[in-house]
């Protein structure tokens, strides 16, 4: 097991993280648009909410998706091609809800249209990237390439990997309900309806990640690597810590710090996730013909990781520029003058 | 009907047709990108409320264009891992480190000056703003230097061996893999051609609104900073096209001899135009320069080049089957794409003639109508332009280029992905006809309202999430003066 290898396992990781958190929050405002917006005005502020960044946090997924291609290329192949309908259909969801982000406000007769692209657009993939991390944990049946051999989307449907779904969706409903609410005028009907919202998919969340967890020790029966147990049991009790830490600052009203803990309980499902898959990308399900997809039979050649550790070395530390500049342009809370 | 359950097929036809329409509007947003960048300067500069009005105006059509290429963009970047599993597999340990290098150098770059560019204008100096605005372009340029080394890599592989189980490239040589023999002329190539497109989309705007009588100091503006960047960029074309030439006929003896139909070895002469009959191999036409390709890729008029025959007797290029080889389709699209140019040129030239000093263009109702239609030259170009640098390379994904590594090539066929049955297949690329024709009635509606609007700051500027009903009223009201 090389330390590159090791150490790019991990950073693909932190992408999907990144991802979960930045885009989670657009994802959860897209699907929550209509229940937190009633007025036309109301949508413009919603969507101004998100306007300048949102192109910015689906980038984190281009770049997870290409950092595994890059560092793990059986499992990018195994992954995109076995769950080919519901990656396609995350992608048609991605780029409906792109472009009606871009063209619903100067296209009204054609409004309620896009209004329904960016809503749809947002629930697919804020649904299916759970269901189908969710597979991955729970293991899928492998051919002798490594190729999925299951049934096509259904096959990709258990009670885990739906709750596990249903969990990434919740998260992203409480983050957007927390973004909103932080982007908003404390007086506005949009901030009163957001904090309803974000109240509610915060206790969804935890009943979820309850019964993931049940589910995950009574049907997948994962296989924890040396240590990792403790590290995930570690990140288990942050989610939680986090979560009601989210909660209690929600209801004093600190909105700042009732998305962050938010994000920070995000990161912490990721990291779950990460330990209790380590050393495996790709589980194979009982009686599969294949092995296992693992960091080890999966890296590409150590010249390669080292080249891509270079670039990381390079890029992570603009990426990072680039955002802190695009929040700090775009902070404060906004109003409906200020979008008309 | 063998055709609707081969999945090699469908695969390829779902390829070319989502990076053919990704590839409408990526083109016009670099190429309109530059135009946007140099409004913006010049707003920075005279602080001219028309100017302004005139940058607010590139900006709308500009973003709403990049919007369409991000989100069809998405579609390519993972198509490799759904479509290409087997490709994916294959040269994961080269081609993954481009496209992530891509996401990280190029597309946070320009996601989050874009932000800025769209909502930031009264929330930073107009120095800051004019700035975004050539980093968004410039990160659309090392976009397409990325994707370009990765497309490159699949044409004349280099830094690469096979590895000892034979299974898989793997790399030897990061840099010589980047700055692969073909990268420099292909990038080049490419994005002279796409400021080429975005210039004569200027032009076309502003020959538009002269016709139509509107707006003409906007136009002649438009005009002539198009006409600029046009002729510049139809002169440099020569040289940047000269040198993919002569790096084909190096490296890719195959497609050179599909782009001028040599079934036998030859003096290649130079074809205007042409129909090559793939049963009785030879080239149909009524007039040749005889040795004229020859010339062009070497200089000398007697450089005789392979034929697809005698390549198919070596060892390299054994898998052809010469009878397969869409010879025809090479050629037209070659040959079209040469035309174009010629089209491309003639229209530069009197665009700048006519539209310097006095701007004779003013009154010249037949050269408007000439730029109205113009864009078409190098929109047609750049697709057929694809068209043969992509089919050329068939029936290999990964070409075995003449100074490629013994090895490193993979038959098309052999690079789909198993997993995906035929039906998965028509179900999406039916998916994909449905939503990109829907999307592009979207884009031809958003961008004509922005066009008959034109280049006026009747709403609160570019703030482009204004509550659409009264947006609405003021710009019809604006539409019909």
Same mark, same amino acid.
């Given at each position: ?29 897209? %699907? ?29 997924? @281009? ?99 739906? $709750? ?15 973004? $909103?609410? +932080? ?16 109240? %509610? ?54 909105? +700042?710090?009732?998305?962050? @803990? ?58 990072? $520029? ?6 700090? %342009? ?11 | ?19 053919a329409y990704h590839f409408i509007f990526v083109p016009l947003s670099i ?55 087997? /490709?994916?597999?294959?040269? #994961? ?14 597309? =946070? ?29 410039? #990160? ?20 690469? *061996? ?37 210039? =004569?989309?200027? !032009? ?13 100091? =906007? ?33 890719q003896p195959t497609k050179l001899a599909m782009m001028e139909? !040599? ?7 130079? /074809? ?5 009959? *793939? ?40 898998? !052809? ?114 939503? /990109? ?45």
């Amino acid at each position: 097991m090389s330390a590159l290898a090791v150490l790019w396992f991990f950073l693909i990781f932190v992408l999907i993280a990144g991802y979960f958190v930045l885009d989670g929050f657009d994802l959860g405002v897209g %699907v929550l648009y209509r229940a937190l917006a009633k007025t036309d005005a109301e949508r413009a502020l919603v969507r101004r909410s998100i306007g300048p960044v949102w192109d910015g946090n689906e980038v984190w997924l @281009l770049t997870a998706g290409g950092a595994l291609f890059a560092a793990f290329p059986a499992a990018y192949a195994t992954t995109f091609s076995g769950f080919y309908l519901a990656v396609m259909l995350v992608l048609f969801g991605l780029i409906v809800r792109a472009v009606s982000l871009e063209f619903g406000a100067h296209d009204p007769k054609w409004g309620r249209a896009w209004d329904a692209c960016f809503t749809i657009g947002s629930f697919l993939p804020a649904l299916l990237l759970g269901v189908a991390l969710g597979n991955v944990i729970a293991g899928v049946p492998l051919a002798a390439n490594g190729d999925y051999a299951g049934v096509p989307l259904l096959g990709l449907l258990s009670p885990f990997t739906l $709750v596990v779904g249903a969990l990434g969706f919740a998260m992203c409903m409480a983050a957007g309900a927390a973004w $909103v609410a +932080l982007k908003t005028e404390r007086t506005s009907a949009v901030h009163g309806r957001a904090e309803k919202q974000r109240r %509610v998919w915060h206790v969804v969340a935890l009943a979820l990640f309850v019964v993931a967890t049940v589910l995950a020790f009574a049907v997948v029966k994962p296989q924890f690597a040396p240590g990792m147990l403790v590290a995930g049991a570690i990140f288990a009790i942050a989610f939680v810590v986090c979560i009601a830490a989210s909660i209690a600052q929600a209801k004093k009203g600190n909105d +700042l710090a009732a998305f962050v @803990l938010q994000s920070i309980a995000a990161v912490c499902l990721v990291a779950l996730t990460a330990v209790s898959l380590f050393p495996n990308l790709v589980v194979a399900a009982p009686g599969s013909v294949g092995e296992s997809i693992t960091l080890m039979n999966a890296a590409s050649s150590d010249t390669s990781l080292a080249w891509m550790t270079g670039i990381a070395c390079i890029g992570v530390p603009l990426v990072l $520029v680039y955002h802190v500049i695009a929040y700090r %342009v775009f902070s404060g809370r906004i109003a409906e003058e200020d979008v008309a | 009907m063998d055709a609707l359950f081969d999945v090699a097929l469908l695969s390829r036809i779902q390829f070319a047709v989502t990076v053919a329409y990704h590839f409408i509007f990526v083109p016009l947003s670099i190429g309109l990108g530059l135009i946007t960048a140099i409004f913006a300067t010049k707003y920075y500069r005279s602080r001219d409320e028309k100017d302004g009005a005139a940058m607010h105006f590139w900006v709308r059509i500009f973003t709403a264009t990049f919007a369409i290429g991000v989100a069809t963009g998405i579609t390519m970047e993972f198509s490799f891992g759904t479509n290409w599993a087997d /490709y994916s597999r294959f040269v #994961g340990d080269i081609f993954g480190a481009p496209l992530a290098a891509e996401a990280l150098f190029a597309f =946070f770059l320009e996601s989050v000056f874009l932000g800025v560019l769209l909502f930031g204008e009264k929330r930073v100096s107009p120095k800051f703003y004019t700035v975004s605005a050539w980093l968004v372009w410039a #990160g659309s340029c090392l976009s397409a230097l990325w994707i370009l080394i990765a497309n490159s890599w699949m044409q004349t592989p280099a830094g690469a *061996e096979l590895a000892s189980d034979g299974s898989k490239a793997v790399i030897t040589d990061f840099l010589a893999a980047a700055f692969n023999p073909s990268i420099l002329p292909r990038y080049t190539h490419v994005i002279v051609a796409l400021l080429i497109l975005g210039a =004569f989309v200027s !032009m076309a705007v502003g020959a538009w609104y002269l016709l139509k009588g509107k707006h003409s100091d =906007f136009a002649m503006k438009t005009v002539r900073i198009g006409a600029v960047v046009g002729i510049v960029a139809s002169c440099v074309m020569i040289v940047t096209a000269h040198a993919s030439a002569v790096e084909v006929s190096e490296e890719q003896p195959t497609k050179l001899a599909m782009m001028e139909g !040599m079934y036998n070895d030859e003096v290649p002469p130079l /074809y205007a135009f042409g129909w090559v009959d *793939e049963e009785s191999q030879q080239v149909i036409t009524p007039f040749a320069i005889p040795g004229g390709t020859s010339f062009l890729a070497t200089g000398t008029w007697d450089a005789e080049y392979a034929g697809l025959n005698s390549l198919a007797e070596t060892e390299k290029y054994g898998e !052809m089957n010469v009878a397969d080889m869409p010879v025809n389709l090479v050629f037209q699209s070659y040959h079209l794409m040469v035309a174009m140019y010629g089209l491309i040129m003639l229209t530069a030239i009197l665009a700048i003639a006519f539209s310097m000093r006095g701007g004779r263009i003013a009154t010249m109702r037949w050269l408007q109508k000439l730029l109205v239609v113009s864009p078409l030259f190098p929109f047609i170009a750049i697709q057929v332009g694809w068209i043969t640098a992509e089919v050329g390379r068939q029936p290999w994904v990964v070409y075995p280029s003449t100074s490629g590594p013994d090895g490193v090539s993979l038959l098309t066929n052999n690079a789909i992905s198993q997993a995906v049955s035929a039906p998965e297949l028509l179900l999406t690329l039916a998916l994909f006809a449905v939503v /990109y024709a829907f999307l592009f009635i979207g884009w031809v509606r958003v961008i004509s309202h922005f066009i008959k609007r034109g280049p006026v700051d009747a709403v609160a500027a570019v703030e482009s999430a204004a509550p659409a009903a009264p947006a609405a009223k003021t710009c019809d009201a604006k539409d019909g003066e």
